[in-house]
């Protein structure tokens, strides 16, 4: 993945308000390469958590296009 397609998609869970401080943290990590066991170290919870967490934001983004697409589709 390019460096711009890597900020944009940065810049997209940053404005995000349907995600916590805690998901966008996940995934930002995520988006720089970071291991499920690393951003774990540094959020003080297993990998497993970490997963689980960017699980669910990754569920709220889709929720969210689907809305979108529902309510903005012609």
């Known amino acids: 993945m390019s460096n711009q397609s890597i900020e ?3 810049s ?3 404005d995000s308000k349907e995600l916590t401080h805690r998901e966008k943290e996940i995934l930002l990590y995520r988006l720089k390469k970071k291991t499920l066991n690393k ?3 540094k959020q ?3 990998g497993e958590r970490v997963r689980q967490i960017e699980k ?3 569920t709220k983004f889709k929720r969210k296009i689907n809305q979108l697409l529902l309510f903005d589709y012609k």
């Open 39 to 41: 951003i774990g170290r």
């Open 12 to 14: 997209i869970i940053r």
């Open 56 to 58: 669910r934001a990754l």
């Open 8 to 10: 944009y998609f940065a």
């Open 44 to 46: 003080k919870v297993t």
